[in-house]
């Protein structure tokens, strides 16, 4: 019990005479309230969206006991690393982990050779096949995968490329292209050609100049291309559930599925930490090329 | 310029064509005798096919239940962050989030939350039930996953298009005395209109077409309640080897999708200089 001195909030306190060039007592409060208000919506959202992930994290450090009890708590009392090694030993993470990488490294990497040119061109001529072909690009963003996967996986089963990697590449650089597309020609269109007619008045070529010119101004929009056709490939599910049979082809995403077991009774500890696991790669570049990409698909929605 | 986009021709505009004419035949995986043409005889089919348009009107309902409230949450946030806010940053890293974790990481997590036993929704809530595993919250519960996993998308593009919204004219409204609502009507949404019908029209698509997050959560049940098309198509294609009744399927969906691309590229068209 405090009896003492008043408190530090008691001494603050003042009276209420507002100095004269303040706004009306009412407009104040009113406009107080609506800042309150504001910060509640954005607190409500923040524990929206927060509560899944701190919920993830904390089932990813529990040991067996605390998962099983019927009322489960926020903070593990005993946490531990032991899912983590659990979770490396019930699946093949880090087997996955290669074939996600090198099947969303290598499609990251042939979607953009492929279309920095195309980009290219696409920015500097306006002129129906070039508008026919933005078209396209939104189109196809829109077609249900299913109408994809059925002609590929024919085309593959006729190539023999079925449960291979390269056959998921294949894949995965026909479904990120359109998009890789889009951002790079946004990304093309910023550039000013007056640079591009100063190489061709310096006796430069057509290839010349985008190699030696556009390609190095566009760098930076390459790259954040790469990363998020990277990011997608990392995260694709549908393809590589459809594709790839053998276990040990299997990238990170459909391994993690094996986690919940045929009847969906799962290994909660061991389930969550490889989810983590799962996420640190796209989340890690995402945070990088952040703003790049948002810029990119601005650039895209606003100026095409 | 041509030859440049000949790969993405042949890359990008082959499988399409070609997945959309497997539904004129009886296309089947695993069968030795040759593919034949049979006419509209796969349509004529999914006409009759009850637990198709089941999962279609489920589709519908996911679909629209996702992007409506997601379209006003997300245009609600993004005018808070918009403003002046402190730890306005905080909600915006915090808000990209879930758009870089895999779709299905994303549903695991979510069915540890609404987990029976160790989930923290029902000790939360008080509550004692199994969310996604009974006929009546299955849908609801998904939906909600479905709203928090596109949230920072349809925000993001959204404060995009607020970029856009010419400051002077907000100040000119507010010295005349009109309050945030009017603010809103007279000049926020007029100068955002066609970005934020764009992006609504594309978030519906792309709902309609989901698969990996519903798949991960509850494969389609309980009693079939979260079938969406998507996981019926594959279910068709890939385990009983209907390749061609599956891209009738996606047909069908297609020709929905067109009518509401059709909107949205004359929308878009008409908002264009050129």
């Not at chain 2, 098309?229 to 996606?250: T, V």
Request: glycine letters at 8%.
């Amino acid at each position: 019990m405090r009896a003492g001195p008043r408190t530090p909030g008691e001494a603050r306190r003042r009276p209420a005479t507002a100095p004269a060039s303040r706004p009306p007592a009412g407009l104040v409060l009113r406009r107080r309230a609506g800042r309150t208000a504001q910060y509640l919506a954005l607190l409500g959202y923040l524990v929206f969206l927060a509560f899944p992930l701190l919920w993830l994290v904390s089932t990813a450090f529990k040991p067996p006991r605390e998962l099983a009890t019927l009322h489960p708590e926020w903070i593990p009392d005993h946490p531990t690393w032991d899912n983590f090694r659990q979770a490396f030993d019930e699946q093949p993470l880090l087997r996955a982990a290669g074939n996600s990488l090198l099947a969303a490294g290598s499609a990251a990497l042939i979607a953009v050779a492929v279309a920095v040119p195309a980009a290219y061109v696409l920015a500097r001529h306006r002129n129906r096949l070039s508008r026919a072909a933005t078209g396209w690009v939104v189109v196809s963003q829109a077609f249900p995968l299913v109408l994809l996967i059925i002609p590929l996986f024919l085309i593959l089963k006729e190539l023999r490329l079925i449960d291979s990697m390269a056959g998921l590449v294949l894949v995965y650089v026909t479904w990120s292209l359109p998009f890789a597309l889009w951002m790079l020609t946004g990304y093309a269109r910023a550039l000013p050609p007056e640079l591009e007619e100063a190489a061709a008045v310096d006796g430069a070529g057509r290839l010349r100049t985008l190699v030696s010119v556009t390609v190095p101004l566009l760098a930076p929009g390459i790259a954040a291309t790469a990363l998020f056709a990277f990011i997608t490939a990392w995260n694709e599910f549908f393809f590589a559930l459809v594709l790839l049979k053998s276990p040990e082809k299997q990238t990170m995403p459909v391994v993690l599925t094996h986690f919940l077991g045929a009847e969906g009774v799962a290994d909660l500890g061991p389930l969550a930490a490889a989810s983590l696991l799962a996420t640190l790669p796209s989340l890690l570049l995402f945070a990088v090329i952040q703003r790049r990409i948002t810029g990119g698909m601005l650039a895209g929605a606003v100026k095409h | 310029m041509l030859p440049v986009l000949i790969p993405i021709l042949v890359l990008s505009v082959t499988p399409l064509v070609y997945g959309i004419a497997l539904a004129f035949t009886d296309a089947q995986s695993g069968r030795t005798e040759p593919t034949e043409w049979i006419g509209l005889l796969n349509f004529t089919d999914l006409r009759q096919d009850t637990l198709f348009w089941e999962s279609f009107r489920t589709g519908l309902l996911w679909a629209a239940g996702v992007t409506v409230p997601q379209f006003l949450l997300s245009l609600g946030l993004a005018l808070l962050l918009s403003g002046r806010l402190r730890f306005r940053w905080l909600a915006r890293v915090l808000a990209i989030v879930p758009w870089a974790m895999p779709e299905v990481v994303v549903g695991i997590m979510w069915r540890l939350v609404y987990h029976p036993d160790a989930g923290i929704l029902n000790e939360t809530l008080g509550t004692d039930r199994d969310w996604l595993g009974s006929l009546g919250s299955a849908l609801p519960a998904v939906i909600l996953v479905g709203i928090w996993a596109g949230m920072p998308q349809t925000t993001v593009a959204l404060l995009a298009g607020l970029q856009n919204v010419p400051g002077e004219l907000h100040e000119a409204a507010a010295i005349d005395g009109a309050g945030a609502w009017r603010r809103f009507t007279t000049v926020t949404w007029p100068a955002i209109r066609p970005v934020a019908l764009a992006i609504g029209a594309l978030a519906f698509i792309w709902n309609l077409n989901s698969f990996a997050l519903v798949y991960v959560l509850t494969n389609g049940g309980p009693g079939g309640r979260t079938r969406l098309p998507m996981l019926f198509a594959y279910e068709e294609a890939f385990r009983y080897g209907q390749f061609g009744y599956a891209a009738a399927m996606g047909c069908v969906l297609v020709a929905v999708v067109s009518v509401l691309l059709a909107v949205f590229l004359a929308g878009r068209l008409k908002g264009r200089d050129t």
